[in-house]
């Protein structure tokens, strides 16, 4: 997967032209939509197209460089302005949405040369021009969420500096990045191709335009699971959260969630589908109804992804992949009111126990339920809540101050919603609560996890035609960014592969960079060989190895053969986003249903990679546990260059063990 560039379906295969630049400005909502009424096709199509780099031009030296600067490219985090003098209002939110891309590419700061043509030619502005411009820009800043600071002036007829604002020390240079520029009116910048003297008094400016956050990770990403026995109205709830409009009756709001035909046809989720949501700081809620999912992003500081999940027992092996593999910040254990506990809610109850995943409860269906109906569900879910497996006492929720409370004692007690998805009763708590959440990771554990090295772990493969392989997965730590060369494994022969990222997406968008935290899709300039769920695409400074033995202790919940367990037997078990086979070649004791010890287990089909301290867990059959990894056993594992021999990762180690 390439560069991605927004192109016109008519210019495709004819030269870019002027229309075509024009197009690839339509990136926010606005444009969205005027680029539909135009009727313009726009697409994304890959692009080979080079590199270009940019760096402050005016501000690094005391005296103007030439007449001249280097000619504006499409590409890069350098804008040219001739003015922006009183631009209209229409004309003013196509500058912000440009400036957006600008800072984009910019990873967070865009330059800005004020005076200047697209050919470099330093016409320059009177005064009054001038300061109108750097109004305008001032203005523009302020609705980009950036700041604006003049670096330096210069009067471009005695070639001197008029003003030199200091550069402040936390200032880099701008990042080199690709980026869509824009192709002014006609009538705005023209240049001269006579070399005629320049006017007195004229000026240009640099302009720096920052972010005070990286502009790919504004928002603070929160992942919430939906749980519940299948016709609990997982779907339902979740569609009419993300999309604004309420349900029917007859499960018209589910179908934006589902992703094959089966699901339509029966009604019930079978697979994983993801659908966001996003607040403001002042808490108001961005979604579908009026918002496309790249403004839902600009507008947010905080977005939640909704994960749902399947509620039949016969897909419960993808519930649990949704749990361990996807890593959710909370549950959402749906129930429905007139059905009360049962199926499989206690089950997926027990797995937000057993995994640590903090949960709350949405009651559904209350506008078709008696209301002594509703409350004998609630008691039943007070009951379970109080009870010696979970020890968080259920919160009913019936006011904005309630929801208030919910969010910050969460971790103590459970909230309980009663809602419609219908009627839309009590749905405005439900979006105060989400509103309210913070991340379950302390703010600690957040920036070093973010600091540290890039780690990411798959948990999807799809092969796209003619773009070749692409991975899916969750960035567990630090920053992966385009062209990084990152290491993949480990694969069946205990082998890692070197790759270089090509693209990332994520929120099925093209991004610069992925964040810790953030679920993306990955695509590679050189990915030789097949990956497969459970690998691990890290930097080259981690240790490089894999693990077929480990050591777990492990506590049975759920064992109905009248036999304990012992050495040999073999199970399911789901580790991160691994699910493999294991075997228990060692063990301290054979155990039953409510007993735990510590076991030995091996990978019955190839190694994987896991650390101390993972959750785990397992079942076979009807047989259910739960555990943590307490020891590994590493070997050692070899690199694969691309197209070319393989080196040691770890070439002490393997000197070693061939020792």
């Not at 480990?490 to 953030?518: H, M, T």
Request: proline share 4%; charged share 25%.
């Amino acid at each position: 997967m390439g560069k991605m560039d927004l192109v016109n379906n008519a210019d495709l295969q004819s030269p870019p032209t002027k229309e075509l630049s024009d197009t690839k400005r339509l990136c926010d909502e606005t444009d969205y939509k005027m680029a539909k009424r135009q009727n313009l096709g726009c697409f994304f199509v890959g692009s080979d197209g080079p590199r270009h780099r940019g760096n402050r031009l005016l501000s690094n030296s005391e005296q103007l460089p030439d007449t001249e600067l280097p000619p504006e490219v499409e590409e890069g985090n350098i804008e040219y302005k001739l003015k922006l003098v009183n631009p209209n209002p229409s004309r003013l939110e196509h500058l912000v949405t440009q400036m957006k891309w600008r800072l984009r590419e910019g990873q967070g700061e865009a330059v800005y040369e004020i005076g200047v043509c697209d050919n470099g030619k330093l016409a320059g502005l009177c005064r009054d021009e001038m300061d109108a411009s750097i109004q305008t820009l001032r203005t523009m800043s302020k609705l980009a969420d950036a700041e604006c600071i003049v670096l330096k002036e210069f009067n471009v007829a005695d070639n001197k500096t008029v003003s030199n604002v200091p550069t402040p020390a936390f200032l880099k240079p701008p990042v080199p990045k690709m980026a869509w520029g824009e192709v002014e009116d006609k009538n705005e910048k023209t240049a001269s191709s006579s070399s005629s003297a320049l006017t007195p008094d004229k000026f240009v400016c640099e302009v720096l335009i920052r972010r005070s956050q990286d502009e790919d990770c504004m928002w603070t990403d929160l992942r919430v699971a939906m749980l519940g026995n299948v016709d609990a109205g997982k779907s339902t709830l979740c569609g009419v959260l993300t999309h604004g409009e309420l349900d029917n009756g007859a499960g018209k709001a589910r179908l934006n969630l589902f992703r094959h035909l089966h699901e339509i046809q029966s009604g019930h989720t079978s697979s994983i589908s993801r659908e966001i949501l996003g607040f403001d700081k002042q808490g108001r809620m961005f979604n579908y109804e009026n918002h496309s999912i790249e403004s839902i992003l600009d507008c947010s500081s905080k977005i939640i992804t909704f994960i749902d999940l399947a509620g039949s027992q016969k897909y419960l092996k993808t519930t649990v992949f949704g749990l361990t593999g996807h890593c959710p910040d909370y549950a959402a254990l749906v129930v429905n009111s007139k059905q009360g506990l049962v199926g499989t809610f206690r089950e997926h109850l027990g797995l937000t126990v057993a995994l640590r995943v903090l949960s709350f409860v949405c009651i559904t269906k209350i506008d078709g339920t008696a209301p002594t109906t509703v409350r004998r569900c609630r008691m039943q879910i007070e009951n379970i809540l109080k009870g010696p497996a979970v020890r968080r006492p259920a919160y009913v929720v019936s006011s904005l101050s309630d929801a208030e409370d919910a969010a910050l004692q969460i971790r103590e007690r459970t909230p309980v919603f009663m809602v419609s998805a219908v009627t839309g009763d009590n749905l405005s708590l439900l979006h105060h609560f989400l509103s309210r959440l913070k991340p379950a990771l302390s703010p600690e554990a957040r920036t070093q996890a973010l600091q540290a090295a890039p780690r990411f772990s798959v948990d999807g493969v799809l092969t796209v035609t003619g773009q070749g392989t692409i991975i899916t997965g969750l960035t567990t730590k630090g920053t992966i960014r385009e062209e990084d060369t990152m290491l993949l494994g480990p694969f069946g022969d205990k082998s890692y592969q070197e790759v270089k990222v090509a693209s990332i997406q994520c929120n099925r968008l093209p991004r610069r960079l992925a964040k810790c935290g953030q679920s993306v899709s990955l695509g590679f300039h050189n990915l030789e060989r097949t990956p497969r769920k459970g690998m691990i695409l890290q930097s080259p400074s981690y240790e490089s190895y894999c693990v077929e033995e480990f050591t777990a202790e492990i506590y049975i919940l759920q064992h109905t053969s009248s036999s304990k367990l012992k050495r040999g037997f073999e199970a399911t078990v789901f580790i991160d986003s691994i699910r493999q086979t294991v075997e228990i070649i060692d063990m301290d004791r054979e155990i039953t249903t409510g007993q735990k010890t510590k076991v030995k287990l091996k990978f019955v089909q190839f190694p994987d990679v896991i650390s101390v301290g993972s959750r785990l867990f397992f079942r076979n059959g009807r047989t259910k546990g739960m555990g943590t990894v307490v020891d590994i056993v590493k070997i050692p594992s070899r690199i694969r260059t691309s197209g070319s021999g393989e080196t040691s990762a770890n070439s002490d180690l393997v000197l070693d063990e061939l020792n």
